[in-house]
């Protein structure tokens, strides 16, 4: 998520990097010096660059064992130029296909909303039944008896911009220098934030519409009720005056990217949850690692929002005088997974802590023959680690009811990617690999709080932003955006390693990995760089800003999913106003084939958005993605209306599947 920079209180702290280790790639760092100062950049990277895999001296992609493709599919579309003017305020799509704007922040969502005030004075009660800012992840859930013409979007908010209010958020600074916020605006960014689920239907001429009157929509806010569950629930870790059970906790916070598991819930990640939460005693910050190693801040105010001033759990300052230390243990409730069924608008949302707490940007799932399961996960800071969690029991396939708490019990992994392509799944489990009383883990419970501190233990691999995951839908091959990391090669505690390989990384690059034997739940599995992002080998820049794609430029990958055809889609989140970056015009949708590696533009964004958010209909013909904080006026695109992130839906003319 690239933070919005026309918000006067948002700093861009989402990525400041908080790992204070080394970890531990010696090897990978010495062997990757030497070949730079043999050959530079280029033979750093001969050992890691796609076609490698097969020379791994000790597992191979034939002993590791492969599924075969199933045939796949050419993308058939023609590229669509980048844009750099910086006037340009729409969705440009391919030759071919048309694009229209969906479901906008604002829309009524719940029974009795009010329309959108483009003057932004709509009130935070009315906002709680509106559509939140910032749509990102999202999922499309089918109707069984129509799965092509009648389902449920459910979308993420993440965050919020300056333009939820009519004059931008109000600051008092008192004082001491603390800053105050009025809590009518507090309360509507509180509601601007958490998902949708929006009913959606064709009408009788084929045209896709929002069932507004449905009763299965609903909003969930930072302020919802809902269950935390797993080895932390009920835990003095998770434990606050206002919930001395460690099991009841109110909304959730900055949802990224998501996950749709077979049994029809859905899966929000909680990302930069950090940002929202204080503690002013600079030693107990220090002390507590679920603070410090997660980023919070530990000075006057939050990093962003300033919401402590008017909801004093976001104050985790410890106040001894207060039970369970005031609200200390209010962090540690955010940073989960939090599941729901879309289709029962009463369920109670559960963050599953089994899943391990940490910046999260996806929960992808991944399912083998035998009904085993893998969820892969990013987290999402510069210098951090990809994680997957494999559960105890398998997918019933045929009772979905019974896989409604299999997120509650199994393994917490990490992953270590050595310097021959080979690599490791590391498990967070309390009492091994020093994950010990003597390292300060007393329970699983605190392995799965403190899942970054456990990481740092057993020596995971850290990277460049991981952000989100793909499964190949044929081979089950994984792959993951490292979206970039300017401080990779610069500062100490974050030199280059085999998937790390460039200094000052602007561009990003995306890793795959082909578990041993296909296994979603294998220890075991070899890897090797898909592709580098940035300029053409061509280009007048430096060595580090050059990329190795095999057609159309861009850069800062983030979405990424694939359709179940097997197209790669990529979507890319950089600032377009930062110098190193206009050779990229503004933000785009991108298809890659896997096999060949060609990657064709299919679709740019507005100036100054972020593409996110990807779902689509079982027979490929719809399609919706999200146009996150565009900068300009989309979509009125007519230079003064205030700009509002919007769901777009794009669909083929001829009727034919997207992406052909």
Not at 105 to 113: I, P, R, S, T
Not at 429 to 458: C, M
Not at 515 to 537: V, Y
Not at 615 to 620: A, E, K, L
Request: charged share 25%.
């Amino acid at each position: 998520m690239l933070a919005d920079k026309s918000s006067k209180y948002e700093i861009d702290v989402d990525d400041i990097p908080v790992n204070p280790t080394t970890n531990p790639w010696l090897t990978d760092v010495i062997a990757n010096r030497r070949n730079l100062l043999k050959g530079g950049l280029g033979l750093a990277l001969g050992g890691f660059l796609g076609g490698t895999l097969s020379g791994c001296s000790t597992v191979t992609k034939e002993t590791i064992g492969i599924l075969p493709k199933k045939g796949l599919p050419l993308i058939g579309f023609s590229s669509v130029p980048l844009q750099h003017a910086a006037d340009f305020d729409r969705v440009l799509v391919a030759e071919g296909y048309s694009a229209r704007a969906f479901f906008s922040w604002g829309d009524e969502v719940v029974a009795g909303a009010v329309p959108w005030k483009a003057d932004a004075t709509n009130t935070w009660q009315e906002q709680m039944l509106q559509a939140g800012q910032n749509h990102d992840g999202m999922a499309y859930f089918p109707f069984a008896d129509a799965p092509n013409d009648h389902g449920l979007l459910v979308i993420n908010h993440e965050y919020t911009n300056p333009t939820l209010h009519t004059n931008g958020p109000t600051e008092t600074r008192d004082a001491q220098g603390m800053i105050h916020r009025p809590e009518q605006e507090v309360l509507k960014e509180q509601a601007a934030h958490g998902v949708s689920v929006i009913e959606i239907k064709r009408d009788q001429q084929g045209v896709w519409q929002r069932v507004k009157a449905s009763p299965i929509n609903r909003r969930l806010t930072a302020n919802t009720p809902m269950q935390l569950t797993g080895p932390a629930a009920g835990s003095e870790h998770l434990k606050t005056m206002q919930d001395p059970t460690g099991t009841r906790v109110l909304g959730t916070l900055n949802n990224c990217s998501m996950g749709k598991t077979p049994w029809g819930t859905y899966l929000v990640c909680e990302e930069n949850w950090h940002n929202y939460f204080v503690n002013r005693d600079k030693s107990d910050w220090q002390a507590r690692k679920s603070h410090s190693r997660y980023g919070i801040s530990n000075e006057l105010n939050s990093s962003k929002y300033f919401w402590e001033t008017v909801d004093p759990r976001f104050d985790a300052t410890p106040t001894q005088k207060k039970y369970h230390g005031g609200y200390v243990n209010e962090p540690n409730r955010f940073g989960w997974v939090v599941e729901f069924d879309p289709f029962d608008p009463t369920s109670v949302p559960k963050k599953r802590t089994a899943m391990g707490r940490y910046s999260r940007e996806c929960a992808t799932v991944s399912t083998g023959d035998d009904g085993k399961i893998a969820i892969y996960s990013g987290d999402d800071t510069r210098g951090e680690y990809v994680y997957k969690f494999v559960p105890k029991n398998r997918l019933n396939k045929d009772d979905a009811a019974a896989n409604r708490d299999l997120l509650d019990e199994g393994t917490l992994y990490v992953a270590a990617f050595y310097a021959d392509g080979r690599g490791a799944w590391l498990p967070l489990v309390w009492g091994q690999g020093g994950l010990t009383e003597r390292n300060g883990f007393f329970s699983q419970a605190d392995v799965v709080i403190n899942a970054r501190v456990a990481a740092d233990i057993l020596g995971a691999t850290p990277m460049d932003r991981p952000e989100w995951v793909a499964v190949d839908p044929h081979s089950r091959e994984v792959y993951v955006t490292l979206t970039n990391n300017i401080e990779r090669g610069i500062k100490t505690d974050q030199p280059i390693n085999a998937a790390n390989p460039r200094v000052e990384n602007h561009h990003g690059q995306i890793v795959r990995w082909t578990e041993r034997n296909s296994d979603p739940t294998a220890t075991e599995f070899n890897w090797e760089i898909f592709l580098l992002a940035g300029n053409h080998a061509q280009a007048a820049v430096p060595e580090n800003q050059k990329g190795n794609i095999r057609g159309d430029l861009f850069t800062c990958p983030d979405g990424l999913w694939f359709d179940a055809d097997g197209r790669l889609w990529i979507e890319t989140d950089f600032d377009d106003e930062e110098d190193v970056y206009h050779p990229m015009g503004c933000n785009q949708l991108l298809c890659a084939d896997s096999v060949t590696r060609e990657v064709k533009r299919f679709l740019v964004g507005p100036r100054g958005c972020e593409i996110t958010g990807l779902t689509g209909t079982p027979d490929g013909k719809s399609l919706w993605l999200n146009i996150q904080h565009p900068g300009i006026s989309y979509p009125a695109s007519d230079g003064k209306t205030r700009p509002r992130s919007t769901t777009v839906l794009v669909t083929k003319n001829d009727g034919g599947v997207i992406g052909t």
